[in-house]
């Protein structure tokens, strides 16, 4: 595609590549937090791990197509659904280890 890209389209492309990296960033600082706290208690922390690298992924694929590079429909709308999924999981296991059913 040779479209010219208006001043909008590159803020919002960039905006969208500083993001994923800022979730990559979060994502390596929650990593190393696994290593030094007891994982037991921090179990749905694991799905909130995954779910920030789905996103990571989503902002870059977001960005590719605000530039143009690569264009599809359908991995716009999954990877939110993933993401959605991954942060219930996470909030539903949080609670059971709230309420003493996950040791």
């Known amino acids: ?3 010219i890209l208006s001043s909008y389209d590159w803020v919002y492309g960039i905006a969208q590549l500083a993001a994923g990296f800022l979730a990559i960033i979060a ?3 929650a ?8 994982t037991k208690l921090l ?9 920030v690298l789905v996103f990571a992924i989503e902002e870059v694929i977001g960005a590719m197509k605000t530039f143009g590079i ?25 609670i059971n280890i709230n309420r003493g059913w996950l040791k």
């Open 70 to 94: 690569y264009v599809t429909p359908h991995l716009t709308h999954i990877i939110p659904g993933i993401i959605l999924g991954l942060l219930i999981t996470a909030l539903i296991i949080q």
């Open 43 to 51: 179990r749905a922390w694991k799905f909130l791990l995954i779910a």
């Open 1 to 3: 595609m040779n479209t």
């Open 27 to 29: 994502a390596i600082i």
């Open 31 to 38: 990593m190393t937090m696994f290593g030094k706290s007891n």
